[in-house]
């Protein structure tokens, strides 16, 4: 098993088309919103994701982020967004990373190492501790923050109702 972790690039269309048919064909309870929305264009969404990093054209209230894949044979296993500082949105309903592991290999163990593999790159951008968010009810998500060293702090209710645990991370 080699695990690489990767930016979005052109060569990997037919790989992110086929990652994200899946999760629109699985109907997920706990679909990351960066996976659930479309695309459009594959040249323009990986223009856009290399864009963010250093940001350009996101929206005035976001801050950069990166865009990771998790890639196993050309496969890509699963797709993360990281927030290279917070805010007052992101410190309450978002955090630092978002990741999501592909619905048919999930239990295999990769969103522990891939939620390293993303702290690793978080550090790297000066981040020495990192807040992940997890609904409330998302016991595989929250399994995987405690397995990395996660510690629970206070949990955010969006004004829909929903509970957000939220964990701090020591890099």
């Known amino acids: 098993m080699v695990l690489q972790l990767v930016k979005p690039a052109l060569e990997y269309e037919e790989a992110y088309q086929?990652?994200?048919?899946?999760?629109?064909?699985?109907?997920?309870?706990y679909t990351p919103s960066f996976i659930r929305k479309g695309y459009?264009?594959?040249k323009d969404y990986v223009q856009q994701c290399l864009l963010a990093e250093k940001g350009l054209g996101i929206?005035?209230?976001w801050l950069p982020y990166s865009t990771y894949w998790?890639?196993?044979n050309k496969r890509i296993l699963g797709a993360s967004i990281l927030r290279h500082g917070l805010n007052k949105c992101l410190s309450n309903s978002e955090g630092h990373i978002s990741l999501g592991i592909r619905p048919s290999d999930r239990g295999s163990g990769y969103g522990a190492v891939f939620l390293s593999l993303a702290l690793a790159e978080l550090k790297k951008l000066g981040v020495g501790k990192a807040l992940v968010v997890c609904e409330e009810g998302n016991i595989p998500s929250e399994k995987t923050i405690l397995r990395v060293g996660g510690i629970r702090d206070i949990d955010y209710i969006e004004r829909d109702g929903?509970?957000?645990?939220r964990y701090w991370i020591i890099i």
């Not at 086929?18 to 309870?29: L, P, Q, T």
């Open 70 to 72: 998790l890639i196993e």
């Open 162 to 165: 929903t509970v957000l645990q």
């Open 59 to 61: 929206p005035k209230d």
């Open 40 to 42: 459009g264009h594959f």
């Open 18 to 29: 086929s990652f994200h048919n899946e999760w629109n064909f699985a109907d997920e309870m």
